[in-house]
């Protein structure tokens, strides 16, 4: 089992940079797939990034593409998302969560999440 805390978020201007992070409690960080999610109001959450155990591979939803990356630091127990160039439709809350499936962007395959962390992009 693996609990997550989310950090970073903030009120920002459209074209800024935000990095949010997520530590992971537990000895087993390093054996799972971390994902990040966002959910904006009256909207069903989405999978927004996503990289498995090693840090090798990584996948983005086409939304944030070349916009948002993704990282890990298996020593430190964290995951990262960099989210540059912010848009108003990034306002979200965003969740980051752990799985056993490599590559997955579906909600469900995800055991653990986080609290979530608003992250508020004004025009």
């Known amino acids: 089992q693996v609990q997550l805390v989310e950090s970073g978020g903030g009120l920002v201007q459209a074209g800024d940079t935000l990095t949010l992070s997520c530590v992971g409690s537990?000895?087993?960080?390093?054996?799972?797939?971390m994902g990040w999610f966002r959910q904006a109001p009256g909207k069903e959450r989405e999978f927004v990034a996503a990289?498995?155990?090693?840090?090798?591979?990584?996948y983005y939803a086409d939304s944030v593409k070349g916009r948002l990356t993704i990282s890990r630091d298996n020593a430190k127990s964290t995951v990262s998302l960099q989210m540059n160039s912010l848009k108003p439709e990034d306002t979200a809350v965003y969740y980051c969560?752990?799985?056993?499936?490599?590559?997955?962007?579906?909600?469900?395959?995800?055991?653990?999440w986080g609290q979530g962390i608003q992250v508020t992009v004004s025009s």
């Open positions: 969560a752990a799985a056993v499936r490599d590559g997955s962007r579906r909600i469900y395959d995800y055991m653990y």
């Open positions: 537990g000895r087993a960080f390093s054996t799972y797939v």
């Open positions: 990289i498995n155990w090693s840090g090798v591979t990584t």
